[in-house]
């Protein structure tokens, strides 16, 4: 069985076709600057492909994906009928779409009156799955999978914010999290990897990336994540703040003459590693920076593993211990000095980290020394995978 998946950007469409058999990527592109020019990349057995090619909408980006997916020479597939499902990313299902679902005229409609709270990414979800029904026919099951759906069982403890309760009832103010797919895969190969059941582990997962997130998981259900309301909380990340004094925001806002938006602004794109260091939003600028005794890169770096470690503290008190800490997305999987900035200042907890394994590169693997009472990994996402599978799951009931 094939299954499309797709994440609909605002100008743009990324999409991989996977084999379910093998658990296997067929194929797997990108349709960019659509309502520009348009620039398409496909890669397929073993080629890539590049070129431009016009997409006014996005309905146009999906034609031009499903031509090439079962194109003669760059195809992987004889006909399109071959593709038993499309699996949607969607970033934000507020407390109505709360597990991955089979959608339908009705509920897109319902999807499409939830964009406040994913104000970029919910209309592009949106106009993905109406191009894809559009294109493809009613008959082939679009599924949206939610980033949100992976928390929204955490306890009221946890995702409620200690403002007048009406403004939770009014507008549904909660702490919604980001980054879901992500942490329930990676929770899920984790107890692979260790080869125990995930129900009876307690795990943190530090998703790394350009935005950061850490989550608190029991038994394979969250029980607490950073991000909130919207993912600018939580620790410090490329461009966002992340957790800082609320009044900070009042206070800039009158003493400059910002307005709400200007503030926004601030806050989630000037803000993070890149705020304090003057310097690049980059981690491997850092790190270059840093090395070259640049003050300001050395402070956000340290911010940054500062921050980390106080949430994975936090969260192993909140779960009663833990038995694994997990790295994964950009910074997770690649940047052994976070790693090992992180794991050091827990030896206390029983964490030990077998530096030359950090240092090495590869899939899902353990950096913990063997006598390590919690494991540490690192665990590659695969958020399009953890979408496909989810898919899988709702079309087989
Ligand atoms: P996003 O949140 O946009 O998906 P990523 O998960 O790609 O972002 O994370 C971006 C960060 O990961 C950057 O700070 C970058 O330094 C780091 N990163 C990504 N790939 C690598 C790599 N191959 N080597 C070192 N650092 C990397």
Excluded at 25 to 51: P, Q, S
Excluded at 58 to 74: N, P, R, T
Excluded at 350 to 376: C, F, H, W, Y
Aim: some cysteine; overall charge negative; proline content about 4%.
């Amino acid at each position: 069985m094939k299954i499309l998946v797709i994440n609909a950007g605002s100008s743009s469409l990324k999409y991989q076709l996977i084999d379910m058999e093998q658990e296997q990527v067929l194929a797997k592109g990108l349709c960019d600057r659509i309502g520009l020019d348009g620039k398409f990349v496909h890669n397929a057995n073993g080629e890539k492909l590049e070129l431009d090619h016009p997409m006014p909408n996005h309905a146009e980006g999906i034609k031009v994906v499903l031509q090439y997916l079962a194109d003669e020479k760059y195809g992987v597939i004889r006909n399109i009928s071959e593709i038993s499902a499309v699996g949607h990313r969607v970033v934000n299902g507020g407390e109505v779409f709360v597990e991955a679902t089979l959608m339908d005229e009705e509920k897109i409609n319902t999807l499409e009156s939830l964009t406040e709270f994913a104000p970029l990414h919910n209309p592009a979800a949106v106009t993905g799955l109406r191009a894809c029904m559009e294109v493809m026919g009613r008959d082939v099951p679009q599924v949206t999978v939610y980033d949100t759906a992976f928390h929204h069982e955490m306890p009221r403890c946890a995702s409620i914010y200690p403002i007048p309760y009406e403004y939770y009832e009014k507008y549904g103010i909660r702490r919604f999290g980001a980054h879901g797919t992500s942490h329930g895969y990676v929770a899920g190969e984790c107890a692979k990897l260790l080869g125990r059941d995930v129900r009876d582990l307690n795990i943190v997962t530090c998703h790394l990336g350009n935005g950061s997130s850490i989550s608190a998981v029991k038994g394979g259900r969250c029980i607490d994540t950073s991000m909130g309301f919207t993912p600018l909380a939580g620790v410090m990340m490329g461009t966002r703040c992340g957790d800082i004094d609320p009044a900070i925001a009042i206070y800039l806002m009158n003493k400059e003459g910002l307005t709400p938006d200007e503030m926004n602004a601030i806050m989630n794109k000037k803000s993070g590693v890149l705020g304090v260091s003057g310097r690049s939003s980059d981690f491997r600028d850092l790190d270059a920076g840093a090395a070259e005794g640049d003050d300001r890169c050395r402070l956000a770096l340290d911010m940054f593993a500062y921050q980390v470690v106080k949430y994975v503290g936090a969260y192993s008190a909140v779960l009663g211990g833990m038995d694994a800490l997990v790295f994964t997305a950009g910074i997770g999987e690649n940047n052994p000095s976070i790693r090992s900035s992180v794991v050091w200042p827990l030896a206390h907890m029983g964490m030990e980290l077998d530096e030359s394994k950090n240092q090495e590169r590869g899939g899902a693997r353990i950096i913990s020394t063997p006598d390590s009472k919690i494991k540490v990994c690192v665990i590659p996402t695969n958020e399009e995978l953890a979408i496909a599978r989810q898919t899988l799951e709702v079309i087989s009931k």
